[in-house]
């Protein structure tokens, strides 16, 4: 019976059943047989030494039983059990301990067999130089009762785990240590750490990592009474590479420039990548400006070195801004954000360049979303107005086109000149919207005219390279000349030399088609870009315009001349129509109609005037009076005598 497992109970059980016998045996007896009760003794003896002897067995068994499960569940475990005796000195105190049992697993974790390991000293498995921290926490197990911690493996033999989540707890004089491998609970962490705060294309770090990284690095430095830099980095005219060369040559150049980036810093400084073309470097515990200056002129000088790419050998320049703190924000919101606008200082400087931040630049950095507020808000309501300027032969100084020039009528500022908007709407894409804008309202202008009975002359519309890469800008133009039916000769289309910057397969192609349509194009500030008069005989140009800092040498060198007289010959060799922007004085008008360039236009002849003043000019297309007397001596002596 399973009650009899309990000495106590069994001691009770043999003490009943003996009372029993004798009291049985007496009933028995006829009175006066008392004595025989000593034939009883033996027996009595007998069951006395069974009953010890099923105890002891019993308590065996049960010694066993327990031995056994206990091997059974250490061996099944995955866990490495090791139980430790603390081997004191002669001073009471722990110097180390002694490995008195343990499972298999805890065996193949120190890379030796069970039976190898039991016996042998804590100090004889652990390698020498992680012994004095084993035993520390060992102690501490001992004098608190636990200890819960991971530890990374020693690497000490193949089988060691990289990471273990370790259990020590005391029992009496001993330690009981629990050992669980943990290693791929910490490569996933670490790649879901890895993914959360690395950069997919780069493998640089990311916007996530600084956002933890730079507050301690600030934290850091105010207590050792440093500074930090904050260097904010945007490659300049990326965006070119991507829309002529494909997202795929624009990736590759970003991973390059991150891995130039990360050979010329200095030790303890980190680049991370923001997003697109963005990257920050953070300069730890630095002394003075000066150590920012010196790494930032180093940055630049590096990307001056050209880049060997898959799609051939390309130079990009950076933006850089710089911040520091103490002196330009105490924490890591108001460095970056003010590292940011030092770098759109640079940009809007000239590019290629580095600039700390200064308080003033927040207040034009306002002034600069203020107006992109505002230009939007006029592109909704249309608050543009159209401004023409002639374009004039040479020779007799009859008006040959007309070009139209933007102008933007705010309701507070009033008229405000494109140089302030334009470059704002091109880079922030509110060119195209604006861009329709204009070619709505010329095409409009001019069938207004027309239907006038006025005999109009063809009017020139400039197209961005933005609006230009888009790439409907025929379509574009031939929807608003059939809405307002509007003849192709009237209609002429000025694009800049960056323009002409794609791919010549491509861009020939667009050029085909707009020509098509029967609309003339013009190269508009020649000389200014990087085209050849080659690429303007491939791309078949009808009329070149020369840029204005051409014009305004002539008369003050010779060089100026003779480089004026160069183009007018190619082009005139070339088929194309030559005409000179910005001619300011009479003597810039007789040089050009010594080098026989074809039109001028500039404020010798007339400054961009409104709509309603382009009637009169229509209706008497030759100047008038003693200026054409003046300008075209020639030519109004020649209709006198007629």
């Not at 861009?507 to 707009?514: A, F, G, K, P």
């Not at 020649?526 to 315009?545: E, I, N, P």
């Amino acid at each position: 019976m399973r009650f009899l497992k309990n000495n106590s109970v069994m001691l009770l059980f043999w003490i009943a059943l003996c009372v029993l016998l004798i009291v049985f045996h007496f009933r028995q007896q006829p009175a006066g047989a008392a004595p025989e009760v000593i034939t009883l003794l033996p027996a009595l003896t007998a069951l006395t030494a069974c009953w010890l002897w099923s105890a002891r067995a019993w308590h065996r068994y049960e010694k066993n039983e327990v031995r056994d499960s206990y091997r059974m569940a250490t061996e099944c475990s995955i866990d490495g059990i090791t139980i430790l005796m603390a081997v004191n000195d002669r001073h009471g105190k722990t110097i180390d301990f002694l490995i008195s049992d343990c499972n298999n697993r805890s065996a193949l974790f120190h890379g030796v067999e069970a039976k190898t390991l039991i016996g042998m000293r804590l100090s004889e498995v652990t390698a020498a130089p992680y012994f004095p921290e084993t035993m520390k926490a060992m102690r501490t197990a001992l004098q608190t009762g636990y200890l819960e911690d991971e530890l990374r493996g020693r690497a000490s033999h193949p089988d060691e785990p990289q990471w273990m989540h370790r259990q020590l707890a005391r029992t009496g004089t001993g330690i009981a240590m629990t050992l669980r491998d943990i290693s791929e609970k910490k490569i996933h962490e670490r790649e879901l750490w890895r993914m959360a705060n690395e950069d997919g294309l780069t493998e640089l770090p990311n916007r996530n990592w600084l956002t933890g990284f730079l507050p301690e690095a600030i934290r850091q430095a105010r207590q050792a009474g440093r500074m930090v830099a904050v260097l904010f980095i945007d490659l300049d005219d990326f965006k070119d590479v991507n829309d002529t060369l494909g997202h795929s040559a624009g990736d590759e150049l970003l991973r390059v420039a991150a891995r130039r980036l990360q050979s010329i810093l200095r030790p303890g400084d980190h680049v991370a990548r923001l997003g697109g073309d963005e990257f920050t470097v953070i300069l730890s515990s630095i002394t003075d400006r000066h150590a920012g200056a010196l790494v930032a002129q180093r940055i630049i000088d590096a990307f001056a070195t050209p880049f060997e790419l898959g799609y051939g050998t390309d130079t990009v320049g950076i933006s850089l801004g710089i911040s520091l703190f103490p002196d330009d924000g105490h924490d890591a919101g108001d460095l970056l954000k003010n590292a940011d606008i030092a770098m759109y200082c640079a940009k809007t400087a000239g590019k290629n360049r580095a600039r700390f931040y200064e308080s003033r630049m927040s207040a034009a950095l306002n002034a600069r979303v203020d107006i992109e507020r505002a230009l939007q808000c006029a592109i909704e309501h249309n608050e543009f107005v159209i401004f023409y300027q002639p374009r004039i032969n040479t020779v007799s100084g009859q008006l040959l086109g007309l070009e139209a020039l933007v102008r933007w009528q705010h309701p507070e500022r009033g008229m405000v000149p494109p140089l302030e908007f334009i470059g704002i709407a091109e880079e922030t894409g509110m060119i195209l919207a604006l861009g329709e804008l204009i070619i709505e309202q010329v095409c409009r202008q001019i069938a207004s005219w027309r239907d006038a009975g006025l005999p109009v002359v063809p009017v020139s519309v400039n197209v961005s390279p933005r609006q230009f890469e888009k790439g409907n800008i025929k379509i574009l133009f031939a929807t608003h000349m059939l809405r307002h039916r509007i003849d192709a000769g009237l209609v002429e289309i000025e694009i800049t030399e960056s323009s002409m910057m794609g791919e010549e397969e491509e861009l020939s192609h667009e050029l085909r088609t707009i020509r098509a349509l029967g609309i003339k194009l013009l190269v508009d500030d020649f000389g200014t870009g990087y085209s050849s008069l080659s690429q303007l005989q491939r791309l078949a140009m009808d009329v070149l315009k020369v840029d204005r800092a051409f014009t305004s040498e002539l008369g003050k060198t010779t060089e100026g001349e003779v480089f004026f007289r160069a183009i007018v010959s190619m082009a005139h060799a070339l088929g194309m129509t030559v005409v000179a922007e910005g001619v300011e004085t009479v003597q810039q008008l007789r040089i050009l109609q010594e080098l026989s360039c074809d039109e001028i236009q500039g404020y010798l002849i007339s400054r961009p005037v409104p709509a309603n003043e382009i009637p009169a000019l229509l209706l008497q297309p030759y100047l008038q009076g003693n200026t054409r007397q003046i300008l075209f001596p020639a030519r109004a002596q020649a209709e006198i005598a007629l």
